[in-house]
């Protein structure tokens, strides 16, 4: 129920482990436990400021593909992440909006999923790096929040629940390819506020499918997009919504094809377009694909800047409700890419 300090070895095993705080001193080792390791915020550990540190890593942490749980229920710091690489995460904090505040020790690594049951996740500094090997999930709760300042995060997926709120960083946030559910690689049913950041999807590897489903409620705003498949052309990335209007400041497809999935949604870019890579050469890029899916149907386009076509960039023009006003566009660069306009009928 209180504090463990460790200067020698602890070893977890499988056991069931809970304390009030964990201190891994200089020399120490904690061999976690494959299962579940519980700090429940009852220690006695402060920083400078007076503010409670639940878990403190200064030897050695060796997590074991274990769990460590967080149900502290009052404002508190995990220090000195970075110095070893977590495995599962999930915080669990008391009633309230409770602070859970990462380390100020560089870029951390979690090799595994982190779940937001309930609690604020962020960076303990403004420009805290943060990287999620697995899936990173914001329950269904009111409490449930991810506050991403300005540091660069990467996650293999990102979930938010109904009632929770994603505030991305202003810096970047990488969608690196998810290791649970197939396809989805980007979920939200509450909120998601880009800060002005870029979502930046990269992931090629989603499962066992060719496509990632990009899955949200009504007129979800992303900011600045950037999709890269690795310079695997044939890699779907599918916006799905049911009809309603995705806004983009600007967006990159630099390789990868983009589709709407249902067919009747609108892509409003209120900045630039570019498609393909830029400069010579590049990988297969793709907006709206030619199979008539996308383009022969009520997909609507709006482009309130320039439209760049790169080498190996695919422009389909979207075909709209009446075939008319499908696509609106500023304007339109093509430098060594193919235009495809739709024959109306």
Not at 226 to 245: E, H
Not at 271 to 291: C, E, I, K, P, Y
Not at 303 to 322: K, M, N, P, R, S
Request: charged share 10%; aromatic share 10%; net charge negative.
């Amino acid at each position: 129920t209180g504090d463990i300090d460790i200067t020698g070895t602890l070893t977890g095993n499988a056991s069931a482990i809970s304390m009030g705080s964990l201190k891994i001193l200089s020399g120490g080792t904690y061999s976690a436990t494959s299962g579940t390791t519980t700090i429940v915020g009852a220690g006695t550990i402060y920083d400078a400021g007076a503010n409670p540190i639940i878990f403190k890593n200064s030897g050695t942490l060796v997590p074991n593909g274990g769990t460590f749980l967080d149900t502290g229920a009052k404002n508190h710091k995990w220090q000195n992440l970075g110095s070893g690489d977590f495995h599962h995460f999930t915080v669990t904090t008391g009633s309230g909006r409770d602070v859970y505040l990462m380390d100020t020790s560089g870029a951390i690594t979690f090799g595994g999923d982190v779940t937001i049951n309930s609690g604020n996740f962020r960076g303990d500094s403004s420009s805290q790096d943060i990287t999620v090997t697995g899936d990173f999930t914001l329950a269904a709760s009111s409490d449930a929040t991810h506050a991403g300042l300005a540091g660069n995060h990467s996650f293999g997926s990102v979930t938010i629940g109904a009632n929770a709120t994603f505030s991305a960083t202003s810096g970047t946030t990488t969608l690196a390819g998810q290791t649970g559910t197939n396809n989805l690689c980007f979920t939200n049913s509450g909120t998601f506020t880009h800060n002005g950041g870029t979502l930046n999807i990269t992931g090629n590897t989603w499962g066992t499918s060719q496509y990632a489903h990009i899955w949200v409620g009504s007129n979800q705003d992303f900011g600045n997009v950037t999709l890269d498949a690795g310079g695997a052309g044939s890699k779907y990335y599918q916006f799905r919504a049911g009809s309603t209007t995705f806004y983009f400041n600007d967006l990159y497809i630099k390789s990868g094809i983009l589709r709407d999935y249902n067919n009747n949604n609108t892509f409003h870019i209120r900045g630039n377009l570019d498609v393909g890579t830029r400069g010579a050469g590049g990988a297969q890029a793709v907006l709206f694909d030619s199979d008539g899916r996308d383009n022969d149907y009520t997909t609507k386009l709006i482009l309130e800047g320039i439209a760049t076509i790169y080498a190996d960039g695919q422009f389909h023009v979207a075909y709209g409700t009446d075939g008319t006003d499908g696509c609106k566009i500023g304007g339109i660069r093509n430098v060594g890419g193919t235009v495809n306009a739709v024959e109306q009928e």
